[in-house]
């Protein structure tokens, strides 16, 4: 805009009623708000942009649209932007998404979610899984020094499906028999002591299934520090690692540096956490798993909306 009508602008604004100042407020508003979203989409995305078609790194401006710089592949012809290829790629309301991650990092229930920001139920599901998508895989490949591992159990829950096999239980309830039966989800809970977290859902409680879930993340030097079960240490020994097991039931916390008890406050953390939700379906467990990792790794603060953001899109 020309400075001229900028300023016949500005002096015409006393002329405005009451409304049309909360209307014109309101509009400035939701320009803020979209320009704040794409200029953290941009830079989520970094200065070098590579083609999501082709992986090429000849890329050139190519005009924009909706408020997103576009850009042309020179290997390949195509058009991107800083979305394609992301888990929000097509996602509408762009004008919603900063809210919806300030919720996400806050933590907040599906029905909380819907509410503060005027969509369906429906709406605020789908875009909770697409903004988990990367978080969920987003997680320590590696531990260093002195690394914790615990297994942890999940009620196996259905919820949201149709045609239950079994006997329907309460939201959230307790398996009909058995702790570790087949109606628990078993998952591997490790973490080192500078915080590092890996959360891994497994086929089962046996030793192998934990071997191959842990073998990946353990470096030779590491020690692995258990509560003594005997699948963790027959895993540990098919390693060839240090195993320090630590005997809980017979009391035994700490045996000088060796203990467990960094695993343990997470997954106590994790299941305060998960209450909330009164039950979570386990075709989405890694989504909420991923999700506490994220939410854990910002504490006691959590993230901003803007880090949310810029996670959901993997950059
Ligand atoms: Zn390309």
């Not at 200029?39 to 408020?67: D, L, M, R």
């Not at 060839?240 to 997954?267: D, L």
Request: with cysteine.
């Amino acid at each position: 805009m020309k400075q001229q009508q900028m300023t016949r602008l500005v002096k015409s604004l006393p002329k405005l009623t009451h409304h049309q100042r909360q209307q014109l407020a309101a509009a400035l508003g939701l320009l803020s708000v979209r320009s704040q979203t794409s200029e953290v989409i941009e830079t989520s995305a970094g200065a070098h942009p590579t083609c999501p078609h082709c992986n090429s790194t000849a890329v050139v401006k190519n005009g924009s649209a909706n408020a997103l710089q576009r850009f042309k592949c020179r290997q390949c012809a195509r058009t991107f932007n800083a979305l394609t290829g992301t888990p929000l790629a097509r996602l509408h309301l762009r004008d919603k998404w900063m809210a919806h991650a300030a919720a996400l990092g806050e933590g907040l229930s599906l029905n909380q979610v819907a509410r503060c920001l005027g969509v369906a139920q429906s709406t605020a599901f789908r875009w909770r899984h697409r903004f988990l998508a990367c978080p969920k895989a987003a997680q320590a490949r590696q531990l260093c020094g002195i690394a914790e591992a615990d297994e942890s159990y999940f009620l196996v829950s259905c919820k949201g499906q149709r045609g239950l096999l079994r006997k329907a239980r309460r939201r959230g309830g307790r398996a009909l028999a058995g702790c570790k039966g087949s109606e628990y989800t078993p998952v591997l809970m490790a973490r080192d002591r500078a915080g590092a977290t890996a959360n891994v859902i497994l086929d089962s409680n046996k030793a192998a299934s934990i071997q191959a879930a842990l073998a990946p993340m353990l470096p030779p030097d590491t020690v692995l520090c258990t509560d003594g079960s005997v699948t963790m240490a027959s895993a540990a020994h098919a390693m060839g690692i240090e195993h320090q097991a630590i005997n809980v039931s017979r009391a035994i916390r700490v045996r000088g540096p060796w203990h467990v008890q960094n695993v343990n406050a997470y997954v106590s953390r994790l299941r305060t956490w998960m209450r909330r939700f009164k039950g979570v379906a386990t075709k989405y467990l890694d989504s909420y798993l991923g999700w506490f990792r994220m939410l854990d790794r910002f504490a006691p603060a959590g993230p901003q909306p803007a880090a949310v953001l810029g996670l959901a899109i993997g950059k």
